[in-house]
């Protein structure tokens, strides 16, 4: 069936290294996409977003790329710090701009660890 | 403003009963999501509702799931006859416009 999915499920860097964490989606209709952070015992937390009409989206230290042609995101982050060890997730809407009410299909997650 | 909560953060259940669980959006915001994650996994939609209308159930898994959102603002999910494949996170989130944002989840264990 149509999914988001990840090819890492883990990822270890060293503090200050760049992190990217990579998504796979197959559903074209999808046109707006999120990363989720989530820590431990915790709900995720937003980090930023892209729509399916941009490719690039900058934020405070990490940016996404959407590549539509092959149906891929993904999430960099500059710098990576320890507490930045979390399990992240992309999460795709479908017809975000029409008649949707957001509801998200989440990809099975990335577990990022950095060490200090 | 205080984010989403979530109650009771943790829920131990015997096979078989039923349990509650309470979610408090952000002031104000219109929609409210259910959502499922099992260990390892992304959390999977539940059911949606707007104000107090649901709007979407489409994702609960049986009829033993009941949810509510009498005032437009709380929420209650319902889980009756507890099964052990019930066991998960249960997390809440609420949007007004954009993103959702995610209460801390409620762990349920059915023993």
């Known amino acids: 069936g149509e999914s988001v999915g990840l090819h890492l499920p883990t990822l270890s860097v060293q503090e200050g290294d760049n992190s990217i964490i990579n998504c796979a989606y197959s559903?074209?209709?999808?046109?707006?996409f999120i990363w989720y952070k989530q820590e431990s015992g915790k709900g995720p937390q937003f980090i930023i977003d892209?729509?399916?009409?941009?490719d690039k989206r900058q934020g405070q230290r990490v940016t996404v790329l959407l590549n539509k042609t092959v149906k891929h995101l993904s999430l960099q982050i500059a710098a990576t710090q320890p507490g930045d060890s979390a399990v992240y997730f992309c999460?795709?809407?479908?017809?975000?701009?029409?008649?949707?009410?957001?509801?998200?299909?989440f990809g099975q997650g990335t577990i990022l660890t950095v060490h200090p | 403003g205080a984010g989403v909560s979530q109650s009771p953060r943790y829920k131990v259940a015997k096979r078989g009963q039923d349990v509650a669980l309470r979610c408090d959006p952000i002031s104000g915001h219109v929609s409210l999501f259910w959502y499922q994650q099992a260990l390892g996994q992304g959390p999977e939609f539940l059911t949606y509702?707007?104000?107090?209308?649901?709007?979407?159930k489409s994702g609960l898994p049986s009829d033993r799931f009941f949810a509510e959102r009498p005032e437009g603002s709380v929420s209650t999910l319902k889980i009756q006859r507890t099964q052990q494949e019930d066991s998960a996170v249960y997390l809440c989130a609420s949007r007004l416009r954009g993103a959702q944002y995610f209460g801390p989840g409620t762990r349920l264990t059915v023993t």
């Open positions: 999460a795709e809407i479908k017809n975000a701009g029409g008649t949707s009410y957001g509801k998200l299909t």
């Open positions: 509702f707007q104000n107090e209308a649901q709007l979407d």
């Open positions: 892209i729509r399916s009409n941009m």
């Open positions: 559903n074209s209709a999808s046109d707006y």
